[in-house]
């Protein structure tokens, strides 16, 4: 079976099934640009592309559908929609397109959605957050701490996403806590593509503790203005690493 040709990046591992094989195959070609906006892709010739059946292929289309990549139309085919149309906040699709070219930008455009809600969300953490989540908070906080040195970025990336979790879901805000997801997907994208020191700046790993403590102390203030340094140092780091 020919896999060959630009739809084929980011693929799964065989046994995933095919209808995994052809999503994955396309997802990241559309987001990639390989098909730009407005290319009409045929069914039939996807069926003999990947070697599947109709309902195989009906069911990725209808996977990128709903991320709005694509729309289907009886007669014309799957046309590929303006970017501006795209689920953006998708985390399937962040990890398409941070996969890409365009991983500099978007991992600045991720980072400053970050660096204008994490704050705010950091703040309110420390006026709601219950014992629990601090507990959690600062558990993971010295876990990154214990994680960041010796080149051990997988570790310390399983604490910093669930930190940053713990900060939106501690804030009392739905929406804040329904940003976890694409948070840990820039966080993941990032150490995933090596867009991180091979350990990670001393001074944020400092600031998670010092987050972590004015949550438990209720200073509301304290822990936004130490939440927006890490933001900020984040976009120092992509300015030297992402040029």
Excluded at 42 to 48: A, I, K, M, S
Excluded at 160 to 187: C, K, P, Q, T, W
Aim: proline share 6%.
């Amino acid at each position: 079976m020919d896999e060959q040709g630009p739809e084929g990046r980011g693929q799964r591992p065989r046994g995933r099934g095919l209808h995994d094989r052809v999503l994955e195959s396309l997802g990241p070609a559309i987001t990639a640009g390989d098909y730009p906006p407005g290319t009409v892709l045929r069914t039939d010739e996807l069926e003999r592309r990947y070697d599947v059946s109709r309902t195989v292929v009906r069911e990725a289309v209808r996977v990128l559908e709903s991320m709005h990549l694509v729309e289907s139309r009886r007669r014309v085919g799957v046309t590929v929609r303006p970017t501006e149309e795209w689920d953006v906040f998708d985390p399937q699709v962040i990890r398409w397109r941070l996969a890409g070219p365009d991983r500099p930008r978007q991992l600045r455009s991720l980072t400053a959605l970050r660096s204008a809600i994490e704050p705010a969300a950091a703040g309110l953490a420390a006026e709601h957050a219950t014992p629990e989540q601090c507990a959690e908070l600062t558990g993971h906080a010295l876990n990154m701490v214990a994680t960041s040195r010796g080149q051990q970025l997988p570790a310390y990336l399983v604490h910093d996403v669930a930190f940053h979790r713990v900060v939106l879901r501690a804030s009392g805000n739905e929406m804040f806590a329904r940003l976890g997801d694409v948070v840990a997907e820039v966080l993941t994208g990032r150490t995933q593509h090596r867009v991180m020191f091979s350990d990670p700046d001393p001074e944020a790993v400092t600031l998670h503790v010092r987050v972590a403590e004015a949550v438990r102390a209720g200073d509301a203030e304290a822990a936004e203005r130490f939440t927006k340094e890490i933001t900020v140092g984040a976009l120092r780091e992509l300015d030297i690493l992402a040029p």
